[in-house]
């Protein structure tokens, strides 16, 4: 599925990229990161191949991420239409100022502001809660949210690094008052990070919540880099978080990844990629690049379809532990079927039915 094969954000009628566009590295404010030029270079190859979601936040490299994208494509008004930018609010660019960050309406719409003021835009197409904020009421966000989007500044919002139960809350409240409602979810998401299946994707799933994975390489580790063959030779560039990963478990992952890749000719990190774009739910995967070579490296992941007979291989070597209930809702098709077949599912009589022809008590 090549860059300009759209997809619709969840339940929305917003077209994207299914490769959207991380800006996280924009800038070199922190030490790291990419130049001004760089930046510039990768947004263009990535729009050049059809690609129209970029993703960004009001504190990436001290906000000047922002800064980068308006400077580039938000003074050029038909540039700047073609794209489906994303930012976020609710970090805190200004220390000792309690209402610098957070999800209060003074805090989210002054940051909104400052946001469409970097990017040279007076609107913004996706607003993200980058995380909730434990001390205001979901309704005040919501309800600011919705101002936002009344006053045309914001076209859609969504939702980053929050609870299940916090998302339903929320998009109830708004669905009950007539608000906007939550239309995306941005949460990590990799072969090496599968937790969210236990809530947040079945949430996403049933609520029509379109998923944008973050860090779907686990921060590089299932970039191709690191292997078997040459452990502790890399130093990592995230040193500790990457280190922490490479172990027995995840070069038997790599194994498999190197295999299937070179099934397909193609790359690690695509076949990786492949694997995120797969699962239920996922609208489109957030890709980083610091480099404009990374770039072009991770966006062979379009042209990867992966075999039900792959997709089960991998599956298979990182299928998480989930906690409750997820331990009951696997015995419940037998315990609720006893012994039939509903929606395709077969469930097995439990120990506890009754012998046929028996009563219970």
């Known amino acids: 599925m090549p860059l300009d094969q759209y997809v619709t954000l969840g339940r929305s009628g917003l077209r994207v990229s299914p490769l959207c566009l991380g800006a996280m590295t924009f800038g070199e404010d922190l030490g790291w990161g990419t130049s001004v030029e760089e930046s510039q270079q990768i947004i263009d ?90 001390n205001t009421p979901i309704e005040e966000t919501m309800g600011a949210l919705d101002d ?59 609520f029509g919540l379109g998923i944008t994975p973050w860090s779907p390489l686990k921060g590089g580790v299932l970039s191709g880099k690191y292997t078997r063959q040459n452990a502790g030779q890399h130093n990592a560039d995230r040193g500790a978080m990457v280190g922490a990963f490479l172990n027995d478990k995840t070069y038997a992952l790599i194994d498999e990844l190197e295999a299937i890749a070179q099934a397909h000719e193609t790359n690690v990190a695509s076949v990786a990629l492949a694997w995120v774009g797969a699962q239920p739910a996922v609208s489109s995967i957030i890709i980083g690049a610091r480099r404009l070579s990374q770039l072009d490296d991770n966006v062979r992941a379009v042209d990867v379809d992966l075999t039900d007979d792959e997709l089960t291989r991998l599956t298979k070597l990182t299928k998480p532990r989930l906690g409750f209930p997820q331990g009951m809702m696997d015995m419940a098709p037998g315990i609720i079927q006893g012994g039939t077949t509903v929606n395709g599912v077969y469930g097995a009589p439990s120990e506890y039915v009754m012998p046929e022809g028996g009563q219970p008590y």
């Open 148 to 206: 936002l989007v009344a006053a045309g500044k914001v076209r859609y919002i969504g939702v980053s690094d929050t609870p299940a139960w916090k998302i339903v809350e929320a998009n109830l409240i708004a669905k009950f008052r007539g608000w906007s409602s939550f239309i995306g979810l941005q949460v990590e998401y990799s072969l090496l990070e599968r937790t969210i299946e236990q809530e947040l994707v079945p949430m996403a799933g049933e």
């Open 45 to 134: 190859r990535y729009t050049e191949l059809g690609g129209n979601f970029i993703d960004t936040a009001n504190f990436y490299t001290r906000s000047h991420s922002e800064k980068i994208i308006g400077d580039h494509v938000g003074r050029h008004a038909a540039r700047r239409d073609r794209l489906v930018i994303a930012t976020k609010f609710s970090g805190n660019l200004y220390p000792g100022d309690p209402n610098g960050g957070g999800a209060g309406r003074k805090s989210l719409i002054n940051a909104c502001e400052n946001s469409l003021r970097r990017l040279q835009t007076d609107y913004i197409d996706l607003y993200w809660l980058h995380m909730w904020d434990v």
